[in-house]
């Protein structure tokens, strides 16, 4: 079965980058994509950005001057960055695996989240 | 983007109720809709993606419905566990954007 694990730093400041890794365990890497998606506390989810084992990216336009999503095939490894980040930057950011079933896009498995603070 | 929004934001629901919880997108995605489920400190879950397929393994009692702006999830009979937060997503276009979410709880 599948598993994603991820860890990184979980306390930053302003203006520091963010840096989080997510290994994927049980599972083949490629012909999938590779995602993060964040919650800030008490709010919803926010996708920021994938990525497939070939190394293309599609970013959201919201935080994209500011991310770089890349990936390692030999590690079974992806990781994020964010950089200059802020207080509202502070939120548990997931990472997950896209797929396709039937021609429709999903994400099937998830990390248990790692949980960031931007504080001075 | 395409905006996803969810109604009701919160409800609350006693044990073996029937729950419906809809999701409208601002233009059609057609049958691009996932559904999750999420309860607190936990990941979200999968439950069902393009708007009617049940993911393997979730239980029965969840179905999916709509296409094109306007889908629905229903519980047909609520259980002590499906007590939580449930999110629509939208797979049509990049960004792949969120609804704000629908708590259920206990009444």
């Known amino acids: 079965q599948v598993q994603l694990q991820q860890w990184g730093a979980g306390l930053l400041k302003p203006s520091e980058t963010l840096s989080l890794t997510c290994a994927v365990y049980?599972?083949?890497?490629?012909?999938?994509?590779w995602s993060w998606i964040r919650q800030p506390p008490g709010k919803g989810l926010e996708w920021i950005g994938e990525?497939?084992?070939?190394?293309?990216?599609d970013y959201n336009p919201s935080l994209k001057s500011r991310v770089t999503i890349s990936v390692d095939t030999s590690k079974k490894q992806f990781s994020l960055k964010l950089s200059s980040v802020t207080a509202a930057d502070t939120a548990v950011y997931y990472c997950?695996?896209?797929?396709?079933?039937?021609?429709?896009?999903?994400?099937?498995?998830w990390g248990k989240g790692t949980t960031v603070t931007v504080s001075s | 983007d395409i905006r996803m929004t969810q109604s009701p934001s919160s409800l609350s629901a006693s044990v073996g109720d029937r729950v419906t919880i809809t999701c409208r997108a601002s233009?059609?995605?057609?049958?691009?809709l996932n559904w999750y489920q999420q309860k607190p400190g936990k990941a979200p879950k999968l439950l069902i993606f393009?708007?009617?397929t049940l993911q393997s393994g979730v239980p029965s009692r969840f179905s999916g419905s709509g296409s094109g702006t306007d889908f629905t999830l229903t519980i047909s009979s609520l259980q002590p566990e499906d007590f939580a937060t449930y999110y629509c997503?939208?797979?049509?276009?990049?960004?792949?954007?969120f609804g704000p979410g629908t708590k259920v709880d206990i009444k």
């Open positions: 233009q059609s995605i057609s049958s691009s």
């Open positions: 049980g599972g083949s890497f490629s012909g999938y994509h």
């Open positions: 997950a695996r896209g797929e396709l079933g039937g021609g429709y896009y999903y994400m099937g498995v």
């Open positions: 990525i497939n084992h070939s190394g293309s990216t």
């Open positions: 997503q939208q797979s049509y276009s990049s960004p792949f954007t």
């Open positions: 393009a708007a009617s």
